[in-house]
């Protein structure tokens, strides 16, 4: 009986995982962010199945979140996230709404983002290059 309590739940959650990878992010501890080519330490990265990138900073100051999809290429804060603490990240939809970040900077904000299978970079509100190296 306890075996296939255990086997369906873990089905349920493969299940889960499949439909839903579009908004799920999943840590990648081994992910390194760079601001103007300086290493930023604290910051977490979470990436999902399509690559697109979340990445926070949290406990401090500076707090902030900013993600990263590949649909849209713009970045953003997340209206709606759930997390688990340094494990995994859930966004309400696959194109998960977010707000716009607040430029500060002269002249019109162009984000200038890249993503590919490795790195994502862009160009923060306050005009600072963000390059993130995934692992």
């Known amino acids: 009986m306890v075996k296939t309590i255990v086997i369906l739940v873990?089905?349920?959650?493969?299940?889960?995982?499949?439909?839903?990878?579009?908004?799920?992010?999943?840590?990648?501890?081994?992910?390194?962010?760079?601001?103007?080519?300086?290493?930023?330490?604290?910051?977490?990265?979470?990436?999902?199945?399509?690559?697109?990138?979340?990445?926070?900073?949290q406990d401090s100051p500076g707090a902030f979140r900013i993600l990263v999809q590949d649909w849209d290429q713009t970045p953003g804060t997340p209206v709606n996230l759930t997390c688990v603490q340094w494990l995994a990240c859930l966004t309400s939809d696959d194109r998960a709404p977010k707000l716009p970040v607040a430029w500060t900077g002269k002249g019109k904000y162009s984000p200038q983002v890249t993503m590919t299978n490795h790195e994502v970079s862009f160009v923060d509100g306050d005009g600072s290059k963000v390059r993130v190296e995934l692992k």
């Open 10 to 57: 873990l089905v349920v959650l493969a299940g889960m995982v499949i439909v839903f990878r579009q908004r799920e992010y999943v840590r990648d501890p081994l992910a390194k962010v760079y601001r103007n080519d300086v290493q930023q330490d604290g910051v977490e990265v979470y990436q999902n199945w399509a690559n697109d990138v979340l990445i926070q900073k």
